[in-house]
Each structure stands twice: as structure tokens, then as C-alpha cells.
């Protein structure tokens, strides 16, 4: 398909067919990419997406550990707990 690039403002942009954006199940917000001389347009992922397979891969053996950290010296000698 081909279309033309219009101007908005200051930027350009071009005018995609509903049914190619339903087809690329293209939202509000895209990602653009460059490779080589090609534009790639592919929907932008949601905020935190793949977050809950990355901490599952933080426990052990299947079961939550906190992660122990030092403490330092001040904290065991100058506080009261």
C-alpha cells in the first residue's frame, strides 16, 4: 500500500488504514525502530510488561528470600533497638 507523507506542524506523518491498524493491533502508542533504511512501526509494550516473570526468577527453590544486606557498624554500635 502506499501513501504520502503529510505535514502537521512542525513534523510529518503519515495516515495508516483502520484495518491495517487493527490487523498490527496498533494502538495510542507505537514504538519506531530503524533498520537500515526501513521505519518499523510495532505496538508499544505496556509500562512494567515482563516485570512478574523477572522476580519469579529471584526466589529460590520456589520460595520468596529476602535479600540480606549488611548493616554497618555505626547502625550496630550507636542504635538502640
Known amino acids: 500500500m502506499r501513501t504520502r507523507i503529510v505535514r502537521i506542524g512542525n513534523s510529518h506523518g503519515i495516515r495508516i488504514p483502520k484495518p491495517l491498524l487493527e490487523q498490527a493491533g496498533l494502538a ?3 514504538e519506531l525502530t530503524l533498520a537500515g533504511r526501513s521505519l518499523i512501526v510495532t505496538p508499544a509494550r ?5 516485570w512478574e516473570a523477572a522476580f519469579a526468577g529471584l526466589t529460590v527453590d520456589g520460595a520468596e ?4 544486606t549488611p548493616t554497618p557498624e555505626f547502625d550496630d554500635l550507636e542504635w538502640t533497638w
Do not use: F, N, S, T
Open 28 to 30: 495510542d502508542e507505537v
Open 46 to 50: 505496556p509500562a512494567r510488561a515482563g
Open 65 to 68: 528470600a529476602l535479600i540480606e
